[in-house]
């Protein structure tokens, strides 16, 4: 899997076998699934992307013994948004609520890109509310974001794979690009947690992650986040880059399952309304 980082296979669908609901909050319609049975972990997904992009990691975490829930965040894929400007802080209040009509107390995370990102806001936040966190390719200041990035040689093929599933699961398929610029906007201008704010963490166990060929976050950003949120294991996976949830599903599904341990015993889930 050497070269998997210069690659981009297309996930595999959800599994069609879900329970699926929403969560009213703010002006936006958020949308969940609910896969499986078991102890909840919640999967937060990038920017512009949806709950479809974890494809190949639900059967393997369901496999595995958890409950896993999907979300799809504030404007993105089912979900819907008001006219105002993204935040990550609201996004990370849309989780609660999210948890809140789930019936769920305390969730372990995975979070990607952005997903990991407000794994994080939340691990400020709501620490009562996470066991454990597997953040992979979050920045937590702009200082931490890599500007060559924009030459990555798979970028051309990510825009379109997370266009065109948007334009079919949105309520608003044609308006992609007007969405990715709302996005962008809110990259461009947040996070902005100082280093104070990230050693205060307490509360969830917590990996930093990130993929030996990143191409849009520091690698020195990284080891800063490892470093200074107590506690923090830093994991970097071999052979990948931003992407590696698509580029080497096995090797990205063992590293968190290695993380977040047997999952403990759990009563059956309530019903999702």
Known sequence: MADAWKTLPAPDPLPVERTEGRAARDGASIWFASFGAGPPLILLHGGDASSDLWGDQ???????????VT??????????????PLHYAQMADDVIAVMDAAGIDRAAFVGWSDGAIVALVLAMSHPERQTRVFAFGANMD?????????????LGRVDALLAA???????????????????????LSEPNYTAADLAAIRGPAIA?????????IRRAHTLYLARTILGAELVMLPGVSHFAPLQDPAG???????????????????AIG
């Open 208 to 216: 930093i992650a990130d993929g030996e060929h990143e191409e849009f």
């Open 142 to 154: 702009l200082a931490g974001l890599n500007p060559a990035g924009i030459f990555s040689p798979i």
């Open 58 to 68: 639900v059967p393997a975490f369901v496999a595995a013994g958890w409950r896993v």
């Open 71 to 84: 979300i799809d965040s504030r404007g993105h894929g089912r979900s819907t948004r008001d006219g105002r």
């Open 165 to 187: 599933n948007y334009r079919h699961v949105s309520e608003t398929p044609r308006a992609y690009h007007a969405f990715a610029r709302w996005v962008l906007a809110m990259q």
């Open 252 to 270: 990205f599904n063992a590293a968190v399952l290695a993380f977040l341990g047997p999952p403990p015993a759990a009563s059956a889930p309530p």
